[in-house]
């Protein structure tokens, strides 16, 4: 039975959004049961998909909070 976790940022797929929507997620769950299928030969109903929302501040990237490395790496701050 295999079990997958998805992790995504709490930021949305656009800058309207704060979240992944329902319809992103379960295009999530599907795709990745699919490719399970494809490639291991499990079935759909034994496959369990676990998304993770990651709030923004909860996260890091290049030793530094990641909304400050994304300021630094476009010359915003």
């Known amino acids: ?4 976790t998805i992790q995504v940022t709490r930021e949305g797929s ?3 959004r704060e979240s992944v929507t329902p319809e992103e997620k379960a295009r999530l ?3 990745v ?3 399970l299928l494809d490639v291991l030969h499990k079935p759909l109903d034994s496959t369990f998909v676990v998304i993770e929302e ?6 890091g ?6 909304r ?10």
Do not use: C, K, Q, Y
């Open 61 to 66: 990237w290049g030793g530094l909070p990641v």
């Open 14 to 16: 656009s800058p309207d």
């Open 54 to 59: 990651v709030e923004t501040e909860n996260w």
């Open 1 to 4: 039975m295999p079990i997958v």
């Open 33 to 35: 049961s699919r490719l």
């Open 29 to 31: 769950i599907a795709g």
């Open 68 to 77: 400050t490395f994304r300021e630094r790496r476009t010359g915003g701050g």
